[in-house]
Antibody
Framework: QVQLVESGGGVVQPGRSLRLSCAASGFTFTTYGLHWVRQAPGQGLEWVAIISNDGSYKSYSDSVKGRLTISRDNSKNTLYLQMNSLRPEDTAVYYC????????WGRGTLVTVSS | QAGLTQPPSVSKGLRQTATLTCTGNSNNVGNQGAAWLQQLQGHPPKLLSYRNNSRPSGISDRLSASRSGNTASLTITGLQPEDEADYYCSAWDINLSAYVFGTGTKVTVL
């Protein structure tokens, strides 16, 4: 079954860290770039980061640059998002998505940053 | 990073036609075109169209996308109740080296 499954969300205090994972199955993982996209409660979609198929290229939105790090383990078919120095405004559902056109999405994992 | 501009809402009657717009600039929509995504309430987004008018398999041919200059459009003909959703556009911005999303349009079928 072709799918992406996010995990690792939860409630975390401001300033702390969290690592999200996205497990892929049903397609050739090493062929595709992957994204993280987030959606704050009641708000629109915000692109967070992209990583190329081999991990050699990464790009970030200005709002997360220097605090969030995208990575992947092609031997495990898994995408990651390391989130450091978390802020209340990082509270959102975090989705992973496949390919240059976002042709496959996971169901998301909720991150709540609150004291 | 500035996003792409979409009208907040569009309301049309059953079986009517709705045209959604997405305005960017020459670094994003005008250069690379736009993808269109649909998000039903409580669900993740789903790709409807990419590279301006290529539809993934399983997407209805009632949907068609186009681009004129820095504005992309998504036309939904024969509106059905299941078309009620939020619609987003997205494009790669060559100046920012980043993707940008539209502000989203909520479609209501009356």
């Amino acid at each position: 079954q072709v799918q992406l499954v996010e995990s690792g969300g939860g409630v975390v205090q401001p300033g702390r860290s969290l690592r999200l994972s996205c497990a892929a199955s049903g397609f050739t993982f090493t062929t595709y770039g992957l994204h993280w996209v987030r959606q704050a409660p009641g708000q629109g979609l915000e692109w967070v980061a992209i990583i190329s198929n081999d991990g050699s290229y990464k790009s970030y939105s200005d709002s997360v640059k220097g605090r969030l790090t995208i990575s992947r383990d092609n031997s495990k078919n898994t995408l990651y998002l390391q989130m450091n120095s978390l802020r209340p405004e990082d509270t959102a559902v975090y989705y992973c998505a496949k390919g240059g056109s976002f042709d496959l999405w996971g169901r998301g994992t909720l991150v709540t940053v609150s004291s | 990073q500035a996003g792409l501009t979409q009208p907040p809402s569009v309301s049309k009657g059953l079986r009517q036609t709705a045209t959604l717009t997405c305005t960017g600039n020459s670094n994003n929509v005008g250069n690379q075109g736009a993808a269109w995504l649909q998000q039903l309430q409580g669900h993740p987004p789903k790709l409807l169209s990419y590279r301006n008018n290529s539809r993934p398999s399983g997407i209805s041919d009632r949907l068609s996308a186009s681009r004129s200059g820095n504005t992309a459009s998504l036309t939904i003909t024969g509106l059905q109740p299941e078309d009620e959703a939020d619609y987003y556009c997205s494009a790669w911005d060559i100046n920012l080296s980043a993707y940008v999303f539209g502000t989203g349009t909520k479609v209501t079928v009356l």
